[in-house]
């Protein structure tokens, strides 16, 4: 079985570092590229085209977060791409776009892990909290 190729695009170092922390813990064969802006994303996208995954912050100094997220699922469809988030009001519309899931900045590391695994295993992650408004 090969790795799983992961993209963490976060301009917060603390966090990007969680998350790619988070990932090592969830799967033992990971290979996982961060990018802080845009042109790393973009640059990193177009030399390993074999990205399982990707999380993605939204709110990236200098772009549009939405606009990124559609030129990422445009590119390739079968990319697991899951928006990391503190906007909990764009859920719906990352979702429109091509998300297989949302995550907001306050879940607790057990809900990132167990949401990860729902989206690993082909399902799509909605945090509990929007389900029941």
């Known amino acids: 079985m090969s790795a799983i ?10 966090l990007r570092e969680a998350l790619c922390d988070a990932l090592r813990e969830l799967q033992r064969e990971v290979i996982i590229f ?10 990193i996208v177009e030399q390993h ?15 549009d977060g939405f606009d990124l997220l559609n030129e990422l ?9 899951v928006v990391v988030s ?3 009001d764009s859920i719906r519309r990352a979702l429109n776009l091509g998300a297989r899931g949302f995550i907001p900045k306050s879940a607790s590391l057990k809900v990132i892990l167990s949401a990860l695994q729902l989206i690993f295993n082909g399902g799509i992650h ?3 909290e929007v389900l029941s408004r």
């Not at 190729?5 to 603390?14: C, G, P, R, T």
């Not at 699922?73 to 791409?81: G, I, N, Y």
């Open 73 to 81: 699922c445009t590119r390739d469809p079968s990319v697991a791409l």
């Open 49 to 63: 085209a074999e990205i399982n995954l990707i999380l993605l912050d939204l709110e990236l100094p200098g772009t």
């Open 5 to 14: 190729k992961i993209l963490v695009i976060e301009d917060d170092a603390l």
């Open 126 to 128: 909605i945090p509990p």
């Open 34 to 43: 961060e990018a802080s802006d845009r042109s790393e994303a973009t640059r």
């Open 86 to 88: 503190a906007r909990q």
